[in-house]
T-cell receptor
Framework: DTGVSQDPRHKITKRGQNVTFRCDPI?????LYWYRQTLGQGPEFLTYFQNEAQLEKSRLLSDRFSAERPKGSFSTLEIQRTEQGDSAMYLC???????????FGPGTRLTVT | DQQVKQNSPSLSVQEGRISILNCDYTNSMFDYFLWYKKYPAEGPTFLIS?????DKNEDGRFTVFLNKRAKHLSLHIVPSQPGDSAVYFCAASWSGNTPLVFGKGTRLSVIA
């Protein structure tokens, strides 16, 4: 399978716990994006990478959110001290060339209780 | 401030007929537009795109039209099939390789 994969697919955590999500992009894609989607809304951009360089992180929702792509392949998104408002679908996408579209993974559904 | 707007939350169409989904944008810097289809509990699936140098792009049953002057695009699905029932998102970017700005989506129901 050469699509974008995300792990885990579902995560239930208690408020205050830290969570980490992983995204494996399509192998030759050099750009990797993280989005968040809540009910009734379109995906909302969080951060993105070109290879290992994080090009934009000002849209991360708070300083509790951080992302890495250490070797320019897979990426992780961490949320520290989770809050109930963090409950959402977290989506990862990757792309190669301009004007070729971004391809999304299946998402990680986070529920904070 | 919503830069990409899908003003119809839902649309119902009979099987075999044409489905037309609309999208408006406000940022004239956008130069690349995409449509995605999304089923519940899955990630968005890329359908079709168009760059601002074109006004039409076709792929099988799907055609996207772009009217730059009106800052409007539309997705036509002909003929509509029950499997097309999903939420459709319009998205836009600038330079064709930057983070996407999405609309809120339109739920299409194709009735057999």
């Amino acid at each position: 399978d050469t699509g974008v994969s995300q792990d885990p697919r579902h995560k239930i955590t208690k408020r205050g716990q830290n969570v980490t999500f992983r995204c494996d992009p399509i192998s030759e894609h050099n750009r990797l994006y993280w989005y968040r989607q809540t009910l009734g809304q379109g995906p909302e951009f969080l951060t993105y990478f070109q290879n290992e360089a994080q090009l934009e992180k000002s849209r991360l929702l708070s300083d509790r959110f951080s992302a890495e792509r250490p070797k320019g392949s897979f990426s992780t998104l961490e949320i520290q001290r989770t809050e109930q408002g963090d409950s959402a679908m977290y989506l990862c996408a990757s792309s190669l060339e301009p004007m070729t579209g971004q391809y999304f993974g299946p998402g990680t559904r986070l529920t904070v209780t | 401030d919503q830069q990409v707007k899908q003003n119809s939350p839902s649309l119902s169409v009979q099987e075999g007929r044409i489905s037309i989904l609309n999208c408006d944008y406000t940022n004239s810097m956008f130069d690349y537009f995409l449509w995605y289809k999304k089923y519940p509990a899955e990630g968005p699936t890329f359908l079709i795109s168009i760059s601002s140098i074109k006004d039409k792009n076709e792929d099988g049953r799907f055609t996207v039209f772009l009217n730059k002057r009106a800052k409007h695009l539309s997705l036509h699905i002909v003929p509509s099939q029950p499997g097309d029932s999903a939420v459709y998102f319009c998205a836009a970017s600038w330079s064709g390789n930057t983070p996407l700005v999405f609309g809120k989506g339109t739920r299409l129901s194709v009735i057999a």
